[in-house]
């Protein structure tokens, strides 16, 4: 069975859908996640962004300090994943 379709994880997207405001988000993920997961994730989210606005590879690994191997994932996932990306970046 696919990681996605687990039971752990589907119950895990479906707490999400349970946060009500930006400070319950907050809350939940700093509770979830450790420091370095989160610095980690938003580095991603800031990442897809600027893939999204066309910045070079070369500037978002200077500015996130994530490897070139990590924002080429970000791209493909952007291009070929569930998207989750997309859906987001459409909705701010």
């Known amino acids: 069975?696919?990681?996605?379709?687990?039971k752990e994880l589907q119950?895990?997207?479906?707490?999400?859908?349970?946060?009500?405001?930006?400070?319950?988000?907050?809350?939940?993920?700093?509770?979830i996640l450790t420091e370095t997961e989160?610095?980690?994730?938003?580095k991603r989210w800031k990442a897809a962004r600027m893939l999204d606005e066309g910045?070079?590879?070369?500037?978002?690994?200077?500015?996130?300090?994530?490897?070139?191997?990590t924002v080429a994932r970000i791209s493909k996932w952007m291009q070929e994943g569930e998207g989750g990306y997309r859906l987001l970046l459409d909705r701010i």
């Open 1 to 6: 069975m696919s990681l996605w379709r687990k």
């Open 11 to 31: 119950e895990l997207a479906r707490v999400f859908l349970l946060l009500e405001t930006e400070d319950e988000a907050r809350a939940f993920l700093r509770d």
């Open 38 to 42: 989160l610095l980690e994730l938003s």
């Open 55 to 69: 910045v070079p590879y070369t500037t978002i690994v200077r500015e996130t300090g994530l490897s070139s191997t």
